[in-house]
């Protein structure tokens, strides 16, 4: 589904991403493991079309992404970040806005709305403002704000990072229970192997803005790429 | 007092003309304050700077530059528009116009610079995305049209310069308070004053209940603990 090809990224003219090759295939969750300032964010605003690539392509369905229409091209994908960043409005307004955007006429969209909020155990929060909910809560609206859109690739930067250790839990489980479900394809960044190994069918591991390793967690684990990878396994928190 | 035709003239056209002024410099500081926040250009740290400078141009010499322009011998003395509401309103959008881009670009880019991405990434167009954040900004822009709008109806400057405060013509509140003042007539100019102030006052009370509507919305409903999340950092 997704192809990237001698890949490289540059932010304030620095090299920030360099993937020589990666394939992500049609119903696969990739997560992308790495420490801080691994280039992981940037493959996803990379793959959002976020960031054009200063060097090398990304090509999706076999079409580089230089050539896709971007309106296009950015209504088949859903971004979720680590911080919900929902807008000052009620739940289901939050929910809806990738619909509305897509001018998806209003009986569907409150019928794929109440669907996903229920799916999400967010359907009891419907009228409140986003500024009312609590930080697990928001991020489930952020999960049924890109979930409703149901995507061809869903793209998810960190996304419960930021949550106490009970509620982060919860959410994995129910994210990989929803992608494991719909055989969506999905990358999914993370700083955490076990987290990764938990959602994912392989796992790409970034060390300094490149890739060093594609496999299972076993793999990874029983045999690291390079020193590199070898020292972020050493380092994670186990 | 109260039902001199002439007063209520001058108010008329006071209104009519900030009112104009403030419009106009709506239509052109939004996108440009816009385009500002959220573009990324050589010279863009310039041009705010130019804005912010803009945004304290003394009323007068505004007036000045725009008297010189539109006199006879200058070059759009052929619009014959000196000493007319025109060339009030002209000068009026040149001091409200900065005021509004410049708020306009600072509402903007107090926003969360990520929730640009995470509008392009829900799908939202351009001009979508645009429309959302300033939907999101809507308070500070609301207090940007109050500020750019309080700059000009206060202002006397300019409009005396360019406006000449003919009377029945181009005689504003501020102009007025001026003449009277001149010949001693404080009872009459502090009587002006009152009703400037009143007037401001009802327009901004109006701005900021519609202001505060928005943000009590935000807060009307009590908000239950439901005990299993952590509080949003």
């Known amino acids: 589904m997704i192809q990237i090809r001698d890949l490289l990224i540059q932010r304030n003219g620095l090299d920030a991403l360099r993937v020589d090759f990666l394939d992500i295939q049609r119903g696969e969750t990739l997560t992308v493991v790495g420490p801080n300032g691994a280039g992981k964010s940037t493959l996803l605003l990379a793959l959002a079309r976020l960031l054009k690539p200063s060097r090398g392509d990304i090509l999706y369905e076999n079409k580089s992404l230089k050539r896709w229409d971007e309106l296009d091209y950015r209504r088949r994908i859903s971004f979720v970040f680590q911080s919900p960043l929902l807008m000052d409005m009620s739940v289901e307004q939050n929910v809806a806005l990738g619909l509305k955007f897509r001018g998806i006429p209003k009986a569907e969209t409150r019928r794929r709305v109440w669907k996903w909020m229920q799916q999400l155990g967010v359907e009891s929060l419907s009228k409140r403002r986003a500024g009312q909910l609590s930080g697990g809560e928001a991020q489930r609206v952020s999960l049924a704000r890109a979930f409703v859109l149901e995507p061809e690739l869903l793209l998810l930067d960190e996304p419960f990072a930021a949550l106490d250790p009970p509620t982060h839990a919860r959410l994995l489980e129910d994210l990989s229970a929803l992608l494991e479900r719909d055989h969506r394809t999905a990358v999914f960044v993370t700083h955490n192997l076990n987290e990764a190994s938990k959602v994912s069918h392989r796992i790409a591991v970034f060390v300094g803005g490149v890739l060093r390793q594609v496999g299972t967690a076993k793999q990874i684990k029983s045999k690291p790429a390079d020193e590199t990878v070898a020292a972020f396994l050493h380092e994670m928190p186990q | ?108 880019a107090a926003l969360d610079p990520r929730l640009q991405q995470q509008l392009l990434g829900l799908g939202a167009s351009r001009g979508q995305m645009v429309w959302y954040l300033w939907r999101e900004a809507r308070l500070p822009l609301l207090a940007a049209l109050m500020a750019g709008f309080g700059s000009v109806i206060s202002e006397v400057g300019a409009s005396m310069m360019v406006g000449g405060n003919i009377r029945g013509q181009t005689r504003v509140l501020t102009t007025a308070i001026v003449l009277e003042t001149s010949k001693g007539e404080f009872g009459q100019a502090l009587a002006l004053s009152t009703l400037l102030l009143v007037l401001t006052y009802l327009i901004n009370l109006a701005l900021t209940w519609i202001q505060q509507k928005g943000r009590k919305a935000d807060w009307s409903q009590s908000i239950p603990e439901r005990g299993q999340s952590a509080p949003r950092k």
């Open chain 2, 1 to 108: 007092m109260p039902f001199d035709p002439e007063i209520w003239q001058i108010t008329s056209l006071s209104l009519q003309v900030s009112t104009a002024a403030t419009v106009i410099s709506l239509l052109i500081g939004l996108p440009f304050g816009t385009w500002l926040a959220l573009g990324n250009f050589r010279g863009r740290s310039f041009i705010l700077s130019l804005i912010n400078t803009g945004m304290a141009l003394p009323p007068v010499v505004v007036g000045l530059v725009v008297a010189m322009s539109l006199w006879r011998s200058g070059p759009l003395g052929d619009l014959r528009l000196i000493y007319t509401p025109a060339a009030i309103i002209i000068a009026q959008t040149i001091i409200a116009a900065p005021v509004v881009t410049g708020l306009t670009a600072a509402a903007l």
